[in-house]
């Protein structure tokens, strides 16, 4: 889905979904009593765009909120986890990296079914378009600028100064990300077996950089999973933590640069597009500004780190695939992610020999 039908789709709100309604008035009892300035009536609409958590925009004659919840019903273990988002969001209100106000977080699943937290509403533009369309030339340039700089400063938190030190497993990502999603396309046979990645889970564990860091990275850090200001090139909030880890930041840094090289009827990407006609930086520019923000002199192993990305997202559409042929994904989202996977298993398989 490409340009104004994704804006179309995602961008706004709707009625919230038969599936994912809640007392209302056990939240907004909730909220009187949890949530400092509250003043109902309160009216609950749900947002149009594809998060994995439901997500509300509340209403008051004074506020508007956010609410991010659990879905309903069983869940795979650690899936959905909004209170960790909460949690990195109050982390990183303390930093220079931009996030939406905490105003509430609930672990109760009495209130409304599942757990949830309220957030500010922040005011802004999202955009579903990688080329960002109706932005001038100048600002569509600074507006990259600002994603880079955005990136650069999370990867520059101390996490154990904001008391993240136990948010994951130190050390090793690589071997065990290629391991984790090897042994689940290895495993997902419905879905059936793939030249590209058969080479991709023999090449990459063999060839994992000798360098090994470890920063909070946020896992899906994508120009629509941002909000900037309404009229300036500039980020507002970070949005969708759900992926965040401590993790190695050239890994998250290429997963955002993969845009690059991502087709955009896929996701939010750049490849096909004129970015010297549209003002946007080169990938290897791109490259050099993050460095030049984070003290590297380069990225040697970028290729690595695409080819290890591309891969991920290419298992996880494998596995998207496996639900589709059993028949327990059925929507025309699952079957477009479905019959993406070859291409995105080639694109890793691209970047794999990239680097030979």
């Known amino acids: 889905m490409t340009g104004a039908l994704s804006q179309a789709a995602n961008a706004g709100t709707t009625a919230v979904r038969d599936a994912h309604r809640f007392d209302e008035a056990a939240l907004a009892a909730w909220m009187a009593e949890h949530v400092v300035g509250f003043a109902g009536p309160l009216t609950v609409e749900q947002f149009k765009g594809g998060q994995s958590n439901p997500t509300y925009r509340l209403h008051t004659p004074t506020a508007a909120y956010v609410l991010r919840r659990k879905p309903p019903g069983p869940l795979l273990k650690g899936a959905h986890d909004v209170l960790r ?13 931009p996030v939406a106000p905490i105003h509430g977080v609930c672990a109760d699943d009495d209130v409304i079914g ?13 955009f579903w378009d990688a080329t960002f369309p109706d932005v001038s030339r100048e600002h569509r340039a600074a507006c990259f600028d600002a994603m880079n700089a955005t990136l650069a400063a999370l990867h520059g938190v101390d996490y154990e100064a904001v008391g993240l030190g136990d948010y994951g497993r130190l050390g090793n990502y690589f071997a065990r990300q290629i391991a984790r999603w090897s042994r689940q396309y290895r495993e997902d046979t419905d879905a059936g077996c793939d030249p590209a990645m058969d080479a991709l889970v023999e090449w990459l564990p063999a060839n994992i950089p000798t360098d090994d860091e470890t920063r909070i990275v946020h896992g899906d850090f994508r120009c629509d999973n941002m909000i900037f200001h309404p009229t300036e090139p500039r980020i507002l909030a970070v949005l ?110 691209d970047a794999m020999e990239a680097c030979r």
């Open 85 to 97: 988002e909460a949690r990195i969001l109050t982390a990183l209100a303390k930093t220079n990296v």
């Open 114 to 126: 599942t757990p949830f937290f309220v957030m500010g509403l922040v005011e802004g533009r999202i």
């Open 240 to 349: 969708d933590w759900e992926l965040s880890t401590l993790g190695h930041p050239l890994a998250d840094f290429a997963y955002h640069a993969m845009m690059y090289r991502m087709p955009p009827e896929i996701v939010a990407g750049l490849a096909g597009a004129d970015i010297a006609a549209l003002g946007i930086p080169t990938e290897q520019d791109y490259i050099a500004a993050y460095c030049a923000r984070t003290g590297r002199a380069a990225i040697p192993d970028h290729d690595f780190y695409v080819a290890f990305n591309f891969f991920r997202l290419a298992a996880i559409f494998h596995g998207i695939k496996g639900r589709v042929i059993r028949g327990t994904a059925a929507s025309a989202h699952a079957r477009n992610r479905a019959a993406s996977f070859p291409q995105v298993a080639r694109l890793a398989l």
